[in-house]
């Protein structure tokens, strides 16, 4: 973007409705410039589907050792496993695209299947994005895709979104059902973890009656990560809604969050984010100025 020329976003988030809304939280649309050069998306506890329609965007993996391995052009759409740490995103025009957020140990009926392809387990797209051709099959993307830009308004996108993926989870259950085993149990383990004072993961395999093995097998086939990495991800999400609804006193957050004390907070934030916590509200604010909403995206240059 040039200097000087004025920033116009839009962003619509609706929740989907029937069947499809077991499986996918929100669906949101996004269009327009940004005014700075870099996102950063916090990693939120959830797989995410993104089908762009517009200029390619950048990716980049700040784990990654150098700049050429982990920069990468994307172009049409991909998959972003469970993240255990930031994505850098870079638009290269125009933003233009749609996407959906699934529940917690729900998107297995999204993870491949095509043409007799095997369903991939959610551990194997852990801090990784994929294209989702290699999922879905080139023509079913494209198909999504031509369906999808042909709507109109951002309304009726993301209405053309969710017949797309209700079409996708329609065929998924009817034809080599995906590996859904153990979900409902797994739903409740995860509603423990996550609750207001959540339980420890020995404590969530007692009640449950199962051991710590199994849960974690569970856990990383359907969600991609062990449930004391959930746990955190769970705890680290609730501290940056409060960071972003404001610049609180961090040992109250930190309290209010049920870390064990301030450094301990600071020192999970910053392994989530890559930030300090006043880094993440200093360049929220200076573009989003206070609020929650969207909590996951920080402008980073």
Known sequence: MRDGEPASFEFLRLRPRGPLARFVSSLWFARGRIHYQRDAILPGGHLTLILNLGAPHRTFDPRAPQELARSRLRTDAW????????????????????GAFFHPARAAPFLGGSAGGAWRPAAELTDQLVSLESLWGATSVARA?????????PAAKLAALGRVLEARLNRAMGVGRPPLGGVARLERALALLEGPRGHSVAAVCEQLGVSARHLGGECRRLLGVSPKTYARIVRFNRALRGAARGAPRWSELARACEYYDQAHFIRDFRRFSGLTPGEYVARRRAVYGEGEEAAEFVPMA
């Open 79 to 98: 998959l972003c496993g469970q993240q255990r740490g930031p994505i850098l995103s870079e638009p290269t025009a125009e933003t233009h695209m749609v």
């Open 145 to 153: 895709r031509d369906e999808i830009a042909s709507a109109g308004a």
